[in-house]
Structures are given as structure tokens and as C-alpha cells.
């Protein structure tokens, strides 16, 4: 199926499922959580967020903003192991994802993107299974769930997806390609369009380009 028509069945099924209550599902870990990371200088911008659970219900706009960088990693070397979960927010009420929407600004090359996230049904079992991990912090070993969707959203319009839990080492989910928005930037949630990259970046990307292919 094409990443068009993905983007328009997701659409349908929203609009269809209308916005869910916060009295959901009572997952055994409690809500999770889904953040967002972008390469060391590839700044985004996330017009919206929404998510489909298993239940068909939808939950839109549940993310929107910066998504965290790491400057300690070039982004030439790929994807860094050091982001951790992302800048993102609790989907509470939510059962476990079945799909995510994305609809992002790259403002390292001040294009629009937007994606759709399938979550497989290994990725949600693992969501549901406590895992044994040691935790340096507490030195302690202890049972614990991988509750954090982290989404990599990248130049190229490349979604990165990853599930982590607290002490337990993040494992990739999938690796999606979104399609370009013709029309821009939403002016109704960024009404100056696109926003200016800091000097740093703006000025790292002046000197290196962007590594397409890196992620």
C-alpha cells in the first residue's frame, strides 16, 4: 500500500473514530508514552501527533512542538544512542498504538512531511511483557515494561521507530518513509511558516550539507 493511501485511510479512521475519553484501557504499566527525537542539528518542528489504538478509537493532536536533539553526535554518524525517549507526553487513556500519524516540519531543508506509523503486534506484545534489566542508578535489578514509543524523524521525510522501557536498551520497531505535504506548512498551527534554524545548526548545514542516508 502507498504511503498515500495509508495517510488517507488513517485520516478516515480518525475522523471516523472521533476523540476518545481519558477512561481507557488500564494497561499493566499504565499509560505509555510516545516521544520524538530529531538528528543532532536536522531541527523539527511536529504540527500534530495523533494516534489509533487497538480499539479503533483515536486520539489526535497528542504531540506537538520541538523534538529533543543530542549535540553531542554528528548527524552524518546516523542515529544517537544517548537521545533516550524524546520530548513527547503520556497517551493517557489510550489501549496499546496500532497506528501513528505524524505530521512534521524539517526546517534543515524547510519541507513538510507527513507519515503513517503501523505498529506491529510483536511490538505490542513486548509492551505488555515485564522484562528482567539491571539498573545502574539504584543498582538493583528489577522487572520492568518497554512502555516508550521514541519516533526519529529525520531530512528525507525517514521516521525512525524504537520501543524502550526504563533500564531496558531501546529496540528498533520499523523504519517508515513519509511523503511530502505539496501545500507547506499548517498555517493555522505556524502561522509564520517555516521557523528559522539556531545559527549553529544553520551554520553547521552550510558547512557540511545534510547526510541524506544516514538514518
Request: with cysteine.
Amino acid at each position: 500500500m502507498s504511503s498515500t493511501w495509508r495517510v488517507v485511510l488513517l485520516l478516515t479512521a480518525l475522523l471516523l473514530a472521533g476523540c476518545a475519553g481519558q477512561d481507557g484501557a488500564r494497561l499493566p504499566a499504565g499509560p505509555w508514552y510516545l516521544g520524538f527525537v530529531a538528528p543532532t542539528h536536522m531541527a523539527v518542528w511536529i504540527e500534530t501527533a495523533d494516534v489509533l489504538d487497538i480499539k479503533d478509537r483515536g486520539f489526535r493532536r497528542v504531540m506537538g512542538g520541538n523534538a529533543r536533539m543530542d549535540f553531542t553526535f554528528k548527524p552524518e554518524d546516523g542515529w544517537s544512542t544517548r537521545t533516550g525517549v524524546g520530548s513527547g507526553k503520556y497517551v493517557s487513556g489510550s489501549d496499546l498504538p496500532k497506528l501513528i500519524y505524524v505530521r512534521w516540519q524539517s526546517l534543515a531543508e524547510a519541507q513538510t512531511y507527513e507519515v503513517v506509523i503501523e505498529i506491529p503486534e510483536a511490538t505490542r506484545h513486548s509492551m505488555l511483557k515485564p522484562e528482567r534489566a539491571y539498573c545502574r542508578l539504584n543498582d538493583r535489578v528489577i522487572d520492568n515494561y518497554r512502555t516508550y514509543v521514541t519516533i526519529g524523524l529525520a531530512p528525507g521525510g525517514v521516521a525512525q521507530t524504537w520501543l524502550r522501557g526504563v533500564c531496558l536498551e531501546r529496540i528498533k520497531v520499523t523504519r517508515t518513509v513519509g511523503r511530502i505535504v505539496p501545500l507547506g506548512p499548517d498555517l493555522g498551527r505556524s502561522s509564520v511558516g517555516y521557523l528559522p534554524l539556531e545559527p549553529e545548526s544553520q551554520a553547521y548545514i552550510d558547512a557540511h550539507g545534510i547526510p541524506y542516508g544516514a538514518w
